[in-house]
């Protein structure tokens, strides 16, 4: 496996497995491991309903 580098919130090790980076990308060449950029996306979306939580 090849080090792409580290996550910018846990600190983890991401690597590119069989050809494949396990993570994501941003816009400003930092890297998120999976579940961070999860947690990021969702709360992101919690703001985006003024941070009430959902009814549903
Ligand atoms: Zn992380």
């Given at each position: 496996?090849?080090?792409?580098?580290?996550?910018?919130?846990?600190?983890?090790?991401?690597?590119?497995?069989?050809?494949?980076?396990?993570?994501?990308?941003?816009?400003?060449?930092?890297?998120?491991?999976?579940?961070?950029?999860?947690?990021?996306?969702?709360?992101?979306?919690?703001?985006e309903?003024?941070?009430?939580?959902?009814?549903?």
């Amino acid at each position: 496996m090849e080090l792409i580098g580290y996550c910018k919130s846990c600190n983890k090790e991401l690597y590119c497995q069989n050809g494949f980076f396990v993570g994501v990308i941003h816009d400003d060449q930092t890297i998120s491991c999976t579940s961070c950029s999860e947690k990021a996306a969702a709360d992101a979306h919690t703001q985006e309903n003024g941070g009430k939580p959902r009814t549903s």
